[in-house]
C-alpha cells in the first residue's frame, strides 16, 4: 500500500532527527463550502497549502515540503514480498500447495538409493570433491532416484540427495499442473462429450437444482449420499452417491462434500439428459369458466361471524367491550427440527388457553379457537347453516338472528327483507351472540291462529293477579291456589300449554359480566323475543318470562287488525 505524503514526511523528520509541526492558520467561506489554510513547520522551513478540510490541507502541505525540502531523504526500504521471493520457496513446498487446492494428495517414494562400494574395509561415501572420486576410480557419484504421486499422475527426479532428487521430480510436476485449471469446468472432458447448456437459465443454475427440476418433471425421487471417506485429515476425499428413481445411480468424488455432490450431480444430468422428452399437455386450449352463479351469497356467507378468524374475534370481542386485547405468549417448542410443535397460550383477562400447532400461526389461531369455546363464543364442531331452500322458512319468517333486548317487529316488510339476513342488528351483536336464532329448525309455529285479545287477557291477569281464571277456563280446570305466588316462567308456560304456541329458553355463559343472561323465544303471530337477566339462572329465567308476559298483555291494542290482515293475505 502506498504511504501518504504525511507518512512520509513524519519519515524524513526522524531521519533527520528534527521536529515538525501543522498549524492552522487560516479558515475562510461559507459553513457548506469551507477553505482551510494550513501551515507546516519541517525544521527552519515552513510550507503553506490550501484545502476543502483541515486533512486535506496538511497533506497538500506535506506534498509540497517532500518536492521543495532540502533535507536528506531516507534511502528506500525493500518491501516485505521482495524480501519473501518465490526464489525462496522450494518446489515441493509450491507442489504440495498447488496439489492441495486441487485436492489431490502428493507422495514421495524414493525409488533407488545409491550403492556404495568398499575398498579396504572402507565404504567410499561421496565425496564433495568430486573429480578425485573420478580420477581414481573412473566412474560418477550414485545419484537417488524419487518418484512424486500427483493424484494419477507420476513424476520421475534425480538427484544427488534425496531432498535434490525430490525438487527435481517437484520441479518436473509444476511445469506440467501449472498449465493445467485447478478445477475441471466440464464433467465429461476427458471424453470430450459435454453437452452444451440449453438456455441462458440452465448456465445460472447449479447441476444440483437442474437434476431437481428434471426429476420432479418425471416425478422421481432425488437422494444424496455420502458413501465414504478416505485420505487425510487435512486433505479428505468424499464420495457421494446420486440416486434418482431406483435405476439411475452415479458416483461424484471430490476434495469436500459439496464438490463430489456437484460431480456426481453433473453424471446424472448427462444420464437423464439422454432420455425422450416428457409429453405435456398444455391447458392453455381448455375453456374455463368461471362460475358467478353463487358469487354474492359466498361473498356474504366469508363475512359471517363463524366463518372468522378466531384471532381477529378475540380481537373484535374485546373492542366492543373496550377492553384489552389478548395476549398470546409461546410457553414452549418441542419436537425435532422438521417436526416442530409450538405450545401457545393466550390470555385475555382472567381467562386462558393453550394451544399446538406445527408452526408459530396454527397454535396461536387453536388457542384463539380453544378460548372462545371455553368463553361460550363457538362450539368444538362446526355447525353448517341449514339451508332455506325448501318448503319451510328456517330460523322464522326470514331466518333473521337476534340477540338479547332486540324485539322483532311486525313483519310486513318480510317480503323485501328476505335476501339481507341480520337486517337491523349490528355486527357487534352478531360477533358477541353468533348462535342465537330467533326459531330452530323444529322450532316453527303451530299455531299462527290464536286470539291475539285472549292472549293479552291472559297475560294481564297473571301480571295483576298471579293466576288467570280465562286460562284455567280454556284449560277446562281450575287451578288449586297456593300460598306462595306462582313464578313468571310457570306463569308462561301454563299459558302457552293453554293457547299452545311453543316456549324455548335459551342461556348463556356469565363469562365476565356479574349476571346470568337468558333469552325466551314465543312461537306467536307475531313471534316475540324477549331477554331477562339475573344472579341466577333461575331469576333470568323469570325476569325473561315477566318481559314475555308484559309484551303479550300489549298485543291486544292495535296488533289485532295487521295479524289478521296478514294471516289473510299470506295463508299458509
Known amino acids: 500500500k502506498e504511504k501518504t505524503p504525511m507518512c512520509l514526511v513524519n519519515e524524513l523528520a526522524r531521519y533527520n532527527k528534527i521536529e515538525h509541526q501543522y498549524r492552522l492558520t487560516n479558515e475562510e467561506g461559507p459553513p457548506h463550502k469551507k477553505k482551510f489554510t494550513v501551515t507546516l513547520k519541517f525544521g527552519n522551513e515552513e510550507y503553506t497549502a490550501d484545502g476543502a478540510s483541515i486533512k486535506k490541507a496538511q497533506h497538500a502541505a506535506a506534498s509540497i515540503a517532500l518536492k521543495k525540502t532540502m533535507y536528506k531523504h531516507p534511502p528506500p526500504k525493500s518491501s516485505r514480498s521482495q524480501r519473501g521471493s518465490k526464489g525462496n520457496i522450494t518446489p515441493t513446498v509450491e507442489l504440495n500447495a498447488l496439489a492441495m487446492k486441487r485436492g489431490e494428495p502428493t507422495v514421495y517414494t524414493i525409488v533407488e538409493s545409491p550403492q556404495y562400494h568398499q575398498y579396504n574395509g572402507f565404504v567410499n561415501y561421496h565425496s564433495h570433491r568430486g573429480m578425485y572420486t573420478q580420477r581414481y576410480y573412473g566412474s560418477k557419484p550414485p545419484l537417488y532416484k524419487v518418484v512424486v504421486k500427483v493424484g494419477e499422475r507420476e513424476f520421475s527426479g534425480e538427484g544427488i540427495s534425496a531432498q535434490a532428487a525430490r525438487h527435481d521430480a517437484a520441479s518436473k510436476a509444476l511445469q506440467l499442473l501449472a498449465s493445467l485449471p485447478v478445477e475441471d469446468t466440464c464433467p465429461a472432458n476427458r471424453n470430450a462429450t459435454c453437452v452444451e447448456p440449453e438456455s441462458t437459465t440452465t448456465e445460472l443454475k447449479s447441476p444440483i437444482s437442474l437434476v431437481h427440476e428434471i426429476a420432479l418433471k418425471r416425478n422421481l425421487h432425488v437422494q444424496f449420499e455420502v458413501v465414504s471417506e478416505k485420505g487425510q485429515p487435512h486433505m479428505r476425499t468424499f464420495v457421494t452417491r446420486c440416486q434418482v428413481g431406483d435405476k439411475f445411480q452415479t458416483i461424484g468424488e471430490g476434495n469436500g462434500k459439496k464438490i463430489s455432490k456437484k460431480r456426481a450431480a453433473e453424471k446424472m444430468l448427462d444420464l437423464l439428459r439422454t432420455l425422450p422428452p416428457t409429453t405435456t399437455v398444455s391447458a392453455s386450449g381448455l375453456a374455463y369458466k368461471k362460475d358467478m352463479k353463487n358469487k ?277
Open 296 to 572: 354474492i351469497s359466498e361473498k356474504y356467507e366469508a363475512e359471517s361471524v363463524e366463518d372468522m378468524n378466531p384471532i381477529s374475534r378475540l380481537i373484535q370481542i374485546q373492542q366492543a367491550k373496550k377492553e384489552r386485547e389478548p395476549v398470546y405468549t409461546l410457553r414452549e417448542e418441542r419436537g425435532i427440527p422438521r417436526r416442530r410443535e409450538f405450545i401457545m397460550e393466550v390470555k385475555m383477562g382472567e381467562h386462558s388457553f393453550i394451544g399446538s400447532g406445527p408452526n408459530k400461526k396454527l397454535a396461536k389461531r387453536n388457542a384463539a379457537e380453544g378460548l372462545l369455546q371455553q368463553l361460550g363464543y363457538s362450539s368444538p364442531t362446526d355447525e353448517k347453516p341449514v339451508s332455506s331452500s325448501g318448503n319451510g322458512s328456517v330460523g322464522g319468517v326470514s331466518g333473521r338472528q337476534l340477540v338479547p333486548g332486540l324485539l322483532l317487529m311486525n313483519d310486513n316488510k318480510a317480503t323485501s327483507s328476505q335476501h339481507t339476513p341480520h337486517k337491523g342488528i349490528s355486527y357487534i351483536q352478531r360477533l358477541l351472540f353468533p348462535r342465537i336464532g330467533l326459531f330452530q329448525p323444529s322450532f316453527k309455529m303451530f299455531c299462527l291462529g290464536i286470539n291475539v285479545k285472549t292472549t293479552a287477557t291472559i297475560a294481564k291477569e297473571y301480571l295483576s293477579n298471579g293466576n288467570s281464571p280465562t286460562a284455567d277456563a280454556l284449560a277446562g280446570h281450575k287451578r288449586a291456589k297456593g300460598s306462595s305466588v306462582v313464578r313468571p316462567t310457570e306463569q308462561l308456560l301454563y299459558l302457552a300449554q293453554v293457547l299452545n304456541f311453543q316456549v324455548q329458553f335459551s342461556d348463556f355463559p356469565k363469562g365476565n359480566h356479574s349476571e346470568f343472561l337468558s333469552l325466551v323465544s314465543l312461537a306467536t303471530d307475531p313471534p316475540q323475543v324477549c331477554h331477562g337477566a339475573g344472579a341466577t339462572t333461575e331469576l333470568s329465567h323469570d325476569q325473561a318470562a315477566l318481559n314475555a308476559l308484559r309484551s303479550l298483555s300489549e298485543m291486544g291494542l292495535d296488533s289485532i287488525t295487521p295479524a289478521a290482515t296478514k294471516k289473510e293475505n299470506n295463508p299458509l
